[in-house]
């Protein structure tokens, strides 16, 4: 969750120390001069906290307040007092307000109460979303980790393929977690009730292949690294799927098939037959801004699993994460999780003394590097993945010697 306030106060001069003192806090300050101009930003998705001035012209902080809490009444709602202000506060509080400060507040108070109420925001709109993932009932919600524009759209293409019936192709680097997808396509699916099964196909003959379809009893069938397939394997799960069986194939592999049918040594008509619904996994390299949410999914899992508190994620620890290659992709950033957690982590962490300008530079430095491996170098594809103009993006590539042209092919 981001770290934000909106501060919403008449006194330009107020507004202007409190976003100091916040924005040297790390925690991004809107600053508002009324209830009209702040009341746009209040929303049941705001990941922050509002800290309000009581008596302000027109529209109060009382208003603020009342208007909040009919949008979301989870939404912390801080109120600064003048003097004599102390009852009008202790009223406020009995309304529903999170705190109230005394102005002028030290420094060291208003951090320490924003930080509470910014403890208290995130825990609410955490159990919201599990909550809305649990009565969604969407595998691909609960299972599918990742904010970037690729796993939304791996979300949405799984969903569409499992809904549609027939074979399906899944295609990902080593680690990127085919198994796990092929998973999600079967719960997404009619077919959810019935069996999945796992098949490696390297030691799956006529008769083995035959017996798979039958035990999947009207479910899925996933036979992992389909190129693998020995070539006579090949020609009869053609034959079993030319018969239309009832349980359904999902099939996996790291390899390109394209490539594998070009140089002999996969079967023309089983490749056609798969190629109609492929689903490409896209590897961390291609979405970098996915890498702590995934880590963060992932030290929970670890810490829940071996019985050991979750030791903080710093700004620094990100960072590092999303500076690194991760050739192993989400297998080897759970193995980084799990050692974490463990506290026997080797993983470099940005150097502290070089500030925070620097961290926030190396970790747009790997959004940038990863924009262009998923656009394979095609500069204004990457500049509207990340939303940026395409001279800021190639003022940004110069600033980082980043040749887009090093990422295509």
């Not at 603020?64 to 009852?87: K, N, Q, R, S, Y």
């Not at 196909?201 to 999947?216: C, N, Q, S």
């Not at 996933?222 to 030319?242: G, V």
């Not at 030290?299 to 508190?309: D, I, L, T």
């Amino acid at each position: 969750m981001s770290r934000r306030v909106l501060l919403v106060d008449d006194d330009a001069a107020v507004r202007e120390a409190l976003s100091q003192t916040l924005e040297l806090a790390d925690i991004g300050c809107i600053a508002a001069g009324s209830f009209v101009v702040a009341a746009d930003h209040i929303t049941r998705d705001f990941e922050g906290v509002i800290i309000s001035d009581i008596r302000m012209p027109g529209r109060d902080g009382f208003h603020l307040l009342a208007h909040t809490h009919a949008i979301d009444p989870d939404l912390p709602v801080i109120l600064l007092t003048g003097e004599g202000d102390i009852p009008m506060a202790v009223k406020a509080m009995g309304d529903g307000a999170f705190d109230f400060l005394e102005k002028p507040c030290a420094a060291k108070d208003l951090l320490a109460v924003v930080e509470r109420a910014l403890k208290n925001r995130a825990l609410v709109l955490e159990n919201r979303e599990l909550r809305q993932l649990i009565e969604s009932g969407d595998p691909a919600a609960r299972m599918i980790f990742g904010e970037s524009d690729l796993a939304q759209a791996l979300r949405g293409q799984v969903r569409r393929v499992a809904q549609a019936g027939g074979e399906v192709l899944i295609n990902g680097a080593q680690g990127t977690g085919i198994s796990k997808i092929a998973e999600v396509i079967h719960l997404s699916s009619t077919r959810s009730k019935r069996p999945f099964l796992k098949r490696a196909a390297h030691d799956l003959d006529a008769d083995t292949l035959a017996a798979a379809f039958r035990d999947g009893d009207g479910g899925s069938l996933f036979i992992d690294e389909i190129n693998m397939l020995p070539a006579q394997s090949q020609l009869a799960l053609f034959e079993i799927l030319e018969e239309a069986p009832a349980t359904r194939l999902i099939a996996g592999s790291t390899r390109d098939l394209a490539i594998e049918l070009d140089e002999g040594r996969f079967h023309g008509d089983l490749y056609y037959r798969l190629a109609v619904m492929p689903v490409r996994i896209p590897a961390l390299s291609e979405r970098p801004k996915d890498i702590p949410v995934l880590f963060r999914r992932y030290v929970a899992q670890a810490a829940e699993q071996s019985g050991q508190p979750a030791p903080e994620i710093t700004p620094q620890i990100t960072a590092a994460l999303m500076a690194r290659e991760w050739p192993g992709n989400a297998r080897a950033l759970m193995t980084e999780a799990m050692r974490f957690v463990m506290g026997v982590s080797d993983a470099p962490e940005v150097d502290e003394g070089v500030g925070l300008v620097a961290q926030l530079a190396q970790i747009e430095q790997s959004l940038i590097e990863g924009a262009l491996k998923g656009a394979q170098g095609q500069a204004s594809d990457a500049a509207r993945a990340l939303k940026l103009p395409r001279k800021t993006f190639y003022d940004k590539c110069t600033r980082y010697g980043i040749k887009p042209e090093d990422y295509r092919g």
